[in-house]
């Protein structure tokens, strides 16, 4: 079943939406470093995995292209901006941006959205998006909802402890790590080389923010944890738990 918007014709996507009872989800992700073992884009592909594999189990529902770019990573969740390769906008151009796909599909028809997230450091940028595409289609005459959701929120403690037998560092210090070279291992294997993975400690950070970011906070590799221990099996647990709450969330 053909779920995602940019590979349908245009009139098959006009009868999809045009009675405003098809929701639409975007993944929101970013381009940023994710350690010498993998790929700039695992934030851009992992939300977009799964919103097309709940878009296919559900019914219902299109995926539409994945915006990319995301808020600018930061030292303590996503290794800091100043590695090349991490490619970020601005808060304002993201919100922005947002905003306009969504008002966009509303003059198409939709009247529901999901945005799937996948980079941490996006949430408040689409909190503002979409509470603003609401109130102006609402001073347009048009209701619309939109639903917001970062995929890491479906991930019950059972889960963890099977992916993290040894015990779990904690959401803050996991970029690059088990569980998102896990679900990459399981999607997109070619784009990562267990080869090149660095086995780090956690990263340990003061208790502050500091202007400019100090590079001297974050390992080496870009990755604030260990990525050694993962497989494409826990890639597996994750996303099928995340999947099947998700499928049955949107049913």
Avoid at 47 to 69: D, R, S
Avoid at 179 to 190: D, Y
Wanted: charged letters at 20%; a negative charge; one cysteine or more.
């Amino acid at each position: 079943m053909n779920v995602r918007i940019e590979n349908m014709d245009w009139m098959t996507y006009r009868d999809r939406v045009g009675n405003g009872e098809c929701k639409v989800a975007i993944p929101v992700g970013a381009i940023e470093q994710h350690g010498p073992h993998m790929s700039l884009n695992p934030d851009v592909l992992i939300p977009q995995h799964i919103a097309c594999q709940v878009a296919e189990k559900t019914g219902g529902m299109l995926v539409a292209p994945p915006i990319a770019y995301g808020y600018k990573s930061q030292v303590k969740s996503g290794g800091g901006n100043f590695f090349p390769g991490t490619t970020c906008v601005s808060s304002r151009a993201l919100e922005e941006y947002v905003y306009d796909v969504i008002l966009a599909f509303v003059e198409h028809g939709s009247r529901e959205f999901i945005l799937i997230n996948g980079h941490f450091e996006n949430s408040m940028c689409l909190v503002e998006a979409a509470d603003r595409a609401v109130k102006h289609a609402q001073l347009s005459g048009v209701e619309i909802k939109v639903i917001l959701l970062s995929y890491w929120d479906f991930i019950s403690e059972a889960t963890i402890e099977m992916v993290f037998p040894d015990g779990f560092s904690g959401w803050a210090v996991e970029h690059g790590g088990v569980l998102e070279t896990s679900i990459m291992l399981k999607i997109h294997p070619e784009l990562v080389d267990m080869s090149r993975a660095i086995d780090t400690p956690p990263a340990e950070f003061p208790p502050y923010d500091v202007f400019p970011p100090n590079p001297d906070w974050v390992p080496d590799s870009g990755t604030l944890s260990s990525p050694t221990k993962a497989t494409a099996e826990k890639g597996k647990w994750i996303l099928d738990e995340c999947i099947a709450k998700m499928s049955e969330t949107f049913r």
